[in-house]
C-alpha cells in the first residue's frame, strides 16, 4: 500500500496579510521611537498605536529588540530616501546646502517623530543591544557615503561628509533641546551660514 504525502502550503493571502501587519508594526515603532526614544517605546503601545493585540507581537519577532532594530533600519532608511529626493531635484552645485536647509528647516525641527532618526536618538546609542546599534550604525554609514559622493573628487571627501553630517545632526539636536526659539533658529542659522562660507 502506498501513502502519499500531501505538501501544505500557507495561502498566499495569509502571507501577504502577515507581511503587511509586520510593515504596519515596524512602521508605527520607527515613528513611536523617534517621538518617545527606545526606553519610551513600549511593545503593548506599539501594537495599540497599529491597531493590534500585544498577543500578537510574538508571531512577527523573536525579541523587543528584534523589533527596534528593524524601526530603527526603516527609520534611517526613511532619512536617506529624503536625502537622495533632495539631491535628485537641486542642482548638484547647490545639493548639499538644499539638504542642510532642508534638514535645519522648521518643519524637520517640529517633525521629530518623522524626522531623522540620527537627531532624535543618537544619544540614546551606546545603551541599545547590538543588533539596534547595528542597524543604526549601517544606515549611518549609507548617509556618510550618500554625502560623500557630493564631495567626490574634492580632497578629504570622506572628513568633509563626516563634518557635514555631524554639523546637521548636532545642530538639530541643540536647536530641540533649548526652550527659546530665537537660540534654536540662531543655531541653526550659523550652521547654514558656517556651511555656506566654506563651500
Not at 27 to 43: K, M, N, W
Not at 80 to 91: G, S, Y
Amino acid at each position: 500500500m502506498m501513502i502519499v504525502m500531501k505538501k501544505t502550503t500557507t495561502p498566499r493571502n495569509t502571507i501577504n496579510r502577515k507581511e503587511t501587519t509586520h510593515k504596519r508594526i515596524v512602521e508605527t515603532a520607527a515613528r513611536a521611537i523617534r517621538r518617545s526614544g527606545y526606553d519610551g517605546t513600549g511593545v503593548a503601545d506599539i501594537m495599540k498605536e497599529a491597531g493590534l493585540t500585544h498577543g500578537g507581537f510574538y508571531a512577527h519577532f523573536s525579541s523587543r529588540d528584534a523589533m527596534l532594530a528593524e524601526a530603527a533600519d526603516l527609520a534611517g532608511a526613511d532619512t536617506i530616501a529624503i536625502a537622495e529626493r533632495i539631491f535628485a531635484e537641486a542642482p548638484r552645485e547647490q545639493a548639499l546646502f538644499a539638504l542642510m536647509n532642508a534638514y535645519l528647516s522648521n518643519e524637520h525641527m517640529a517633525n521629530i517623530e518623522s524626522g531623522c532618526a540620527l537627531a532624535s536618538l543618537g544619544s540614546e546609542m551606546p545603551r541599545q543591544a547590538p543588533e539596534v546599534r547595528k542597524a543604526a550604525t549601517r544606515r549611518i554609514k549609507e548617509m556618510v557615503a550618500l554625502v560623500e559622493s557630493r564631495f567626490t573628487g574634492q580632497p578629504n571627501a570622506h572628513q568633509k561628509a563626516l563634518v557635514t553630517i555631524s554639523t546637521m545632526v548636532g545642530t538639530l539636536l541643540l536647536a530641540r533641546a533649548v526652550d527659546e526659539p530665537e537660540l534654536s533658529q540662531e543655531f541653526r542659522q550659523a550652521a547654514l551660514k558656517h556651511h555656506k562660507a566654506i563651500e
